[in-house]
């Protein structure tokens, strides 16, 4: 195009078009004598745009190294993760509903299949709560005791799902950005609890790692009911028809005293065994929980 421009200017001889012959031609010799001098003074790494031409493309070096390619695992994780406020939640009592069964009153039972929680009141009724159970390949069932009860606890992810989850910190204070809500019941010497969630929304479907998850008002109510020694049931299905009985072997269920006839005193009691009450004798020992798969947390 200058080429043109140029030529023209010489045929018309316009004063304004040797002006700009003037100035375009200062420029280009600018520019192709500092290009010169960069392609003889410049090391040869630097000049790499031309590298199609001269030869291989130089050797880049990074000031930093770049993370791209390697593993999460060694990206260090955040130490301490803030699990936010700590409001005060009420309990909420659940439904109570009709439910035949030969459980000790204030014992645990929970239908993973429909994915239910039943605190006993009596040998007909029980509390019913609406739960989270274990996704697939984390399910278990076994009997536990509670071992413990903590409000807003903290949250500790095992090694596993922060290697799945390189995001997670090594620790969570309890909060509400905490995924164990504002209770924790905790189940024997294992990893398993039945807690409380801020997911709302998972109630009611197969989501957790082996946990059991509650609504907060909920798992604060049951927590207020239980105390450490409380039995806790995981079966994977409550018959449909019948009473639902505890595993054989597992608890000695204690037949409700009849009321004697009148005029016929009652039996006299054991020594040691109050009138009208079952000795107090051993329990057996209660089977392990038995999880399926129950890799990474338990939540």
């Given at each position: 195009m200058d080429v043109l421009l140029i030529t023209r200017t010489l045929i018309t001889g316009s004063p304004i078009n040797r002006r700009?012959?003037?100035?375009?031609?200062?420029?280009?010799?600018?520019?192709?004598?500092?290009?010169?001098?960069?392609?003889?003074?410049?090391?040869?790494?630097?000049?790499?745009?031309?590298?199609g031409i001269w030869g291989e493309p130089p050797e880049r070096h990074r000031a930093e190294p770049s993370f791209l390619g390697v593993p999460p695992a060694s990206?260090?994780?955040?130490?301490?993760?803030?699990?936010?406020?700590?409001?005060?939640?009420?309990?909420?009592?659940?439904?109570?509903?009709?439910?035949?069964?030969g459980f000790e009153p204030g014992s645990i039972i929970i239908d993973t299949a429909a994915r239910k929680l039943y605190y006993t009141l009596s040998r007909s009724e029980a509390y019913a709560y609406p739960v989270a159970v274990g996704k697939e390949g984390f399910t278990w069932t076994g009997v536990e005791r509670v071992s413990r009860i903590e409000r807003w606890p903290d949250w500790i992810p095992p090694a596993e799902m922060r290697q799945r989850k390189p995001s997670l910190p090594i620790r969570m204070t309890g909060g509400l950005n905490n995924p164990l809500g504002a209770r924790a019941?905790?189940?024997?010497?294992t990893l398993y609890r039945i807690h409380g969630t801020n997911d709302a929304n998972s109630i009611g479907s197969a989501a957790s790692s082996g946990c059991f998850r509650m609504h907060n008002a909920h798992v604060v109510h049951l927590a207020g009911l239980v105390e450490p020694g409380t039995l806790v049931f995981v079966v994977k299905r409550l018959p449909k028809d019948g009473?639902?009985?505890?595993?054989?072997?597992?608890?000695?269920?204690?037949?409700?005293?009849?009321a004697a006839p009148p005029g016929v005193p009652p039996p006299a009691a054991a020594p040691g065994e109050a009138p009208g009450q079952a000795t107090d004798a051993p329990k057996p020992a209660l089977p392990a929980a038995q999880p399926q798969d129950a890799a990474g947390q338990k939540i």
């Open positions: 700009l012959i003037n100035w375009r031609a200062v420029s280009l010799c600018f520019w192709t004598a500092l290009g010169a001098l960069t392609a003889v003074t410049a090391p040869a790494a630097a000049q790499s745009i031309q590298w990206i260090a994780p955040k130490a301490l993760g803030e699990g936010g406020g700590r409001p005060e939640i009420a309990g909420k009592e659940p439904a109570t509903i009709a439910f035949e069964n019941i905790y189940l024997g010497t009473p639902a009985m505890p595993p054989e072997g597992t608890v000695q269920v204690t037949a409700p005293v009849e």
